[in-house]
């Protein structure tokens, strides 16, 4: 390919510009769906001008005086709201009618399913923003820092939930940790704070290391990191290659794993987070359980069907300016492999539609028959299975784990954060029946990776709420100890109230929004099973269950000392502030009644998922 050529190629693939389009951006164009991280970089670069020029105490005192927070909380808040309207009106009017998008040469993808989870994660840094503005931290003097690091790690986390590429999986993944280590030792001064960060850091450091050594396993055997490629190659070579190289992939697919189990804090490399949570701040402990989890969930569906499931043909942007002359010489200068720029890959190895073998004119006596998508598919059966078994069993350890290890817990963070561990555990549930229905019933492997979105959705309002509440209490009474909640029903009864909701909407009882997702998750392995016979799907389903019940009571023993032990004689008289109650009322509204218009939910959730497969 000559260099104008693929200058000229990168300016169509960035800006898009389709013919006859007004806009400098058009509708397809990479920037145009990038437009929501873009804005996060610009509110980012903004608060660093703030740090930079030192904006007047006067200024900032007088926002803080009407808004409650300074001039970096504004520009925080203002930026997150903004990014949240953009990611839903492309969410809500995807370009191509939702059709997968190969963005950035292949780099990234956009499609339905990543415009969800951007959509909730930008929604949630707002309400983050806000939470923090209530309870105090970060103080005006750390707040650009501090808001720098959310929207960075956050930033991070949008990558995660649209990665294409290996390499790109890596750096989302380092994106997101890296800011989050320095967010758990904010609090300056404590020991346990400054002993969090350097755990989360050196376990962090040891699983990207883990990691990009799988990453350069699996690149090197099979000549490419672009996940669709991947998926392509493997089924090429799955059922000739040697058992040293199919062991090795497998080994290199673990390593990879670690990296992702790290970020979920899945058994057994869930070390940090106890310990984490309990030494941070309970706002940090809170965009730890939530964004971090709802962005690796995301990459783990991403990064497994990447690789278990043949991809169908996908779009680039503005690429109706790209002539064929310039994609075949693209292909002929093996450049994507160089910079990336796979996304025509997969025509070398399959170019008809599902279950259509290729036409015979189309090949050579050189070469073998190409592939057609439905003899791929076939063909990556086993590493489906595997990728699907791998996965249960980090679901069932974390889980069962979780549950347990939460009933010996004193202080309230490190009991969440076991609870934490235990709904990434029944979260991961819903992959192994999305990885076994994929190529036999697309219908109802959309309808099981909806399920992992609803839950996701509403994991968002109950835990947030949990930590709110907990930060709340913390700054009247100073104290984090499930033993110092004791009567809390005579100080605060509809604090409590809604934080007993809260707990056992976790739990997943009916009428609270928590039993539609675990309902949905659990109806999707039921379905899984039906479908595929496959036993282990019904042992997750047993092993879900019964986590459900055994949750019940280390929640429950918390609502008991709340509402059935006395008040501790050295208590202080408090009452919560008029603004962080209404901020409460404000999630548990959703963890209350959600159960009645979760229809809606629903159908958003299967419109994220109804081009993941086809």
Same mark, same amino acid.
């Given at each position: 390919?000559?260099?104008?050529?693929?200058?000229?190629?990168?300016?169509?693939?960035?800006?898009?510009?389709?013919?006859?389009?007004?806009?400098?951006?058009?509708?397809?164009?990479?920037?145009?769906?990038?437009?929501?991280?873009?804005?996060?970089?610009?509110?980012?670069?903004?608060?660093?001008?703030?740090?930079?020029?030192?904006?007047?105490?006067?200024?900032?005192?007088?926002?803080?005086?009407?808004?409650?927070?300074?001039?970096?909380?504004?520009?925080?808040?203002?930026?997150?709201?903004?990014?949240?309207?953009?990611?839903?009106?492309?969410?809500?009017?995807?370009?191509?009618?939702?059709?997968?998008?190969?963005?950035?040469?292949?780099?990234?993808?956009?499609?339905?399913?990543?415009?969800?989870?951007?959509?909730?994660?930008?929604?949630?840094?707002?309400?983050?923003?806000?939470?923090?503005?209530?309870?105090?931290?970060?103080?005006?003097?750390?707040?650009?820092?501090?808001?720098?690091?959310?929207?960075?790690?956050?930033?991070?986390?949008?990558?995660?939930?649209?990665?294409?590429?290996?390499?790109?999986?890596?750096?989302?993944?380092?994106?997101?940790?890296?800011?989050?280590?320095?967010?758990?030792?904010?609090?300056?001064?404590?020991?346990?704070?400054?002993?969090?960060?350097?755990?989360?850091?050196?376990?962090?450091?040891?699983?990207?290391?883990?990691?990009?050594?799988?990453?350069?396993?699996?690149?090197?055997?099979?000549?490419?990191?672009?996940?669709?490629?991947?998926?392509?190659?493997?089924?090429?070579?799955?059922?000739?290659?040697?058992?040293?190289?199919?062991?090795?992939?497998?080994?290199?697919?673990?390593?990879?794993?670690?990296?992702?189990?790290?970020?979920?804090?899945?058994?057994?490399?869930?070390?940090?987070?106890?310990?984490?949570?309990?030494?941070?701040?309970?706002?940090?402990?809170?965009?730890?359980?939530?964004?971090?989890?709802?962005?690796?969930?995301?990459?783990?569906?991403?990064?497994?069907?990447?690789?278990?499931?043949?991809?169908?043909?996908?779009?680039?942007?503005?690429?109706?300016?790209?002539?064929?002359?310039?994609?075949?010489?693209?292909?002929?200068?093996?450049?994507?492999?160089?910079?990336?720029?796979?996304?025509?890959?997969?025509?070398?190895?399959?170019?008809?539609?599902?279950?259509?073998?290729?036409?015979?004119?189309?090949?050579?006596?050189?070469?073998?028959?190409?592939?057609?998508?439905?003899?791929?598919?076939?063909? &990556?059966? *086993?590493?489906?299975? +595997? @990728? =699907? !078994?791998?996965?249960?069993?980090? #679901?069932?350890?974390?889980?069962?784990? $979780?549950?347990?290890?939460?009933?010996?817990?004193?202080?309230?963070?490190?009991?969440?954060?076991?609870?934490?561990?235990?709904?990434?555990?029944?979260?991961?549930?819903?992959?192994?029946?999305?990885?076994?229905?994929?190529?036999?019933?697309?219908?109802?492997?959309?309808?099981?990776?909806?399920?992992?979105?609803?839950?996701?959705?509403?994991?968002?309002?109950?835990?947030?709420?949990?930590?709110?509440?907990?930060?709340?209490?913390?700054?009247?009474?100073?104290?984090?100890?499930?033993?110092?909640?004791?009567?809390?029903?005579?100080?605060?009864?509809?604090?409590?109230?809604?934080?007993?909701?809260?707990?056992?909407?976790?739990?997943? &009882?009916? *009428?609270?929004?928590? +039993? @539609? =997702? !675990?309902?949905?998750?659990?109806? #999707?392995?039921?379905?899984?099973?039906? $479908?595929?016979?496959?036993?282990?799907?019904?042992?997750?389903?047993?092993?879900?269950?019964?986590?459900?019940?055994?949750?019940?009571?280390?929640?429950?023993?918390?609502?008991?000392?709340?509402?059935?032990?006395?008040?501790?004689?050295?208590?202080?008289?408090?009452?919560?502030?008029?603004?962080?109650?209404?901020?409460?009322?404000?999630?548990?509204?959703?963890?209350?009644?959600?159960?009645?218009?979760?229809?809606?939910?629903?159908?958003?959730?299967?419109?994220?998922?109804?081009?993941?497969?086809?």
């Amino acid at each position: 390919m000559e260099f104008q050529e693929f200058v000229s190629y990168l300016i169509v693939n960035t800006k898009g510009n389709t013919p006859g389009a007004d806009d400098l951006l058009s509708a397809d164009s990479s920037l145009r769906l990038f437009m929501p991280e873009i804005i996060l970089c610009v509110t980012i670069v903004a608060m660093l001008f703030v740090r930079l020029f030192d904006i007047s105490e006067k200024v900032d005192r007088a926002i803080g005086r009407f808004l409650g927070g300074g001039l970096a909380f504004v520009i925080a808040l203002v930026g997150s709201l903004l990014a949240f309207v953009v990611s839903c009106e492309i969410l809500t009017k995807p370009p191509l009618d939702g059709q997968p998008l190969e963005i950035f040469t292949g780099m990234l993808v956009f499609d339905t399913f990543g415009a969800f989870i951007r959509a909730i994660l930008m929604l949630f840094a707002a309400l983050f923003i806000f939470f923090t503005c209530l309870t105090g931290i970060p103080d005006r003097e750390d707040g650009p820092d501090i808001y720098t690091l959310v929207l960075g790690s956050t930033l991070g986390m949008c990558l995660m939930a649209s990665a294409n590429h290996l390499l790109m999986v890596f750096m989302a993944i380092e994106m997101a940790s890296v800011p989050s280590y320095a967010l758990s030792g904010m609090l300056k001064g404590r020991r346990l704070s400054s002993e969090a960060a350097l755990k989360y850091s050196v376990y962090g450091a040891g699983a990207a290391g883990v990691m990009l050594y799988g990453i350069s396993l699996v690149a090197g055997l099979l000549n490419t990191a672009h996940l669709p490629t991947i998926a392509l190659q493997l089924a090429d070579r799955i059922n000739d290659a040697p058992t040293e190289e199919l062991m090795v992939l497998a080994m290199g697919g673990l390593m990879i794993m670690t990296g992702l189990a790290f970020k979920l804090s899945a058994v057994p490399f869930h070390f940090w987070c106890p310990d984490v949570f309990e030494g941070a701040s309970a706002e940090v402990a809170a965009f730890l359980s939530v964004a971090s989890k709802a962005a690796a969930l995301a990459l783990l569906v991403r990064v497994a069907l990447g690789v278990g499931l043949v991809a169908p043909d996908r779009a680039e942007p503005g690429q109706q300016l790209v002539s064929a002359e310039i994609r075949q010489s693209a292909l002929a200068d093996d450049v994507p492999a160089a910079a990336g720029i796979e996304s025509a890959t997969p025509v070398a190895l399959y170019d008809s539609p599902a279950g259509e073998a290729a036409p015979e004119e189309a090949t050579e006596d050189a070469h073998p028959a190409p592939l057609s998508r439905a003899e791929a598919n076939e063909n &990556l059966a *086993p590493a489906r299975n +595997f @990728i =699907g !078994k791998m996965i249960a069993l980090f #679901a069932i350890l974390t889980c069962t784990f $979780g549950n347990l290890a939460a009933y010996g817990q004193t202080n309230i963070k490190r009991l969440l954060a076991y609870s934490t561990i235990a709904h990434a555990g029944y979260m991961m549930m819903a992959v192994p029946p999305v990885l076994a229905l994929a190529a036999s019933d697309v219908t109802a492997a959309q309808s099981a990776g909806a399920s992992l979105l609803i839950y996701i959705s509403i994991y968002l309002f109950m835990n947030l709420g949990a930590f709110a509440v907990v930060a709340f209490l913390r700054n009247e009474m100073r104290s984090e100890e499930i033993a110092d909640y004791g009567g809390l029903i005579r100080r605060c009864p509809g604090l409590v109230i809604m934080f007993a909701m809260m707990l056992f909407s976790l739990i997943g &009882l009916p *009428p609270l929004a928590g +039993f @539609i =997702g !675990k309902f949905a998750v659990f109806a #999707a392995l039921a379905n899984g099973f039906q $479908g595929t016979g496959q036993t282990y799907l019904l042992v997750l389903l047993f092993v879900g269950s019964i986590n459900t019940a055994i949750s019940l009571f280390y929640y429950l023993r918390v609502v008991k000392v709340m509402t059935m032990d006395d008040e501790p004689e050295s208590r202080t008289p408090f009452s919560i502030p008029f603004a962080q109650g209404m901020f409460v009322v404000a999630l548990a509204v959703p963890t209350a009644f959600l159960l009645f218009g979760w229809q809606w939910l629903s159908a958003l959730a299967l419109q994220a998922t109804s081009h993941l497969f086809s």
